[in-house]
């Protein structure tokens, strides 16, 4: 009985006078290799043009993920940060020590909504873009707010 993860490749050599052979391939070997998006690398408009977000995709890529691990980050900022994904309220919140927060999305395209501590520290909506993780299933990608 052979393994599920091993694939047969049976060589007909009887026409060279040599009896026909079995090989058993790992799973994958002589499979096209899925073809991976291009890596994101960009600066996205929130609304505010104090503001500098940078969207940027990873190269941990897990074969077969379903879905995109979509997270914001505060670089070098502590003022609250949040982010409506494919809503208007927040989904992910950011400030002072809680540096990152993750959730998974699927692989499609995201309405996000920006928003931001305002006079008072008030939570002010700032504007709204679509992001497109079409392909990136099983990636992380990330949204570094590195200034406002």
């Known amino acids: 009985m052979l393994k599920p993860a091993m ?5 007909g050599l009887i026409p060279l006078g040599l009896a026909a052979c079995t090989i058993q391939l790992p799973e994958g070997v002589g499979q096209p290799k899925p073809e991976l998006p291009a890596p994101m690398d960009f600066y996205i408009a929130t609304g505010d043009n104090a503001d500098r977000v940078r969207v940027t995709s990873d190269a941990m890529y897990q074969p077969g993920g379903s879905t995109v691990s979509l997270c914001l980050e505060l670089v070098n900022i502590t003022w609250w940060k949040g982010l409506g994904v494919g809503q208007t309220e927040p ?3 950011v400030q002072d020590n ?3 927060r993750c959730t998974d999305v699927a692989p499609a395209q995201v309405d996000l909504n920006f928003w931001k501590a ?3 520290g ?4 700032i504007g709204s873009a679509a992001l497109n993780l ?3 299933g099983g990636h992380t990608v990330s949204l570094r707010w ?3």
Do not use: P, Q
Not at 7 to 11: D, E, M
Not at 122 to 125: E, I
């Open 146 to 148: 590195t200034a406002d």
């Open 7 to 11: 694939r047969i490749l049976r060589l």
């Open 98 to 100: 809680n540096k990152v």
């Open 122 to 125: 008030v939570h002010t909506w």
């Open 118 to 120: 305002k006079l008072l």
């Open 91 to 93: 989904t992910l919140e």
């Open 134 to 136: 079409e392909g990136y």
